[in-house]
Nanobody
Framework: QVQLVESGGGFVQPGGSLRLSCAIS?????IGWFRQAPGKEREGVST????????FYADSVKGRFTISNDNDKNTVYLQMNSLEPEDQDVYYC???????????????WGQGTQVTVSS
């Protein structure tokens, strides 16, 4: 059983930055960050493998978002820079068996944290 708790969401103006945290209890192979707006499909944003360190990003966030992990703290971070209104969503972290941006490969999910980007 893996439990995940996201934090760090909030309100930011376009061009601003936020850092999301995902605190993890239990063993996992990979952590993914996903986002979802009401009425839309969940979108994979970024993922990191705990064992290999492999990292992947969605094209929409490459160059703006950075995923990292602190194994001592069992926490994965998503640094989000140059935020755009289109980034406004509920962001979820999830634990799964491999570093992929496909949500069906993840078994455990956090409760989500809201990111609002608006002027």
């Amino acid at each position: 059983q893996v439990q995940l708790v996201e934090s760090g969401g909030g309100f930011v103006q376009p061009g601003g930055s936020l850092r999301l945290s995902c605190a993890i209890s239990g063993d996992y192979y990979a952590i993914g960050w996903f986002r979802q707006a009401p009425g839309k499909e969940r979108e994979g944003v970024s993922t990191i493998s705990r064992s290999t360190g492999n990292i992947f990003y969605a094209d929409s966030v490459k160059g703006r978002f950075t995923i990292s992990n602190d194994n001592d703290k069992n926490t994965v971070y998503l640094q989000m820079n140059s935020l755009e209104p289109e980034d406004q969503d509920v962001y979820y972290c999830a634990a799964g068996g491999g570093a992929t941006l496909m949500s069906q490969w993840y078994d455990y999910w956090g409760q989500g944290t809201q990111v609002t980007v608006s002027s």
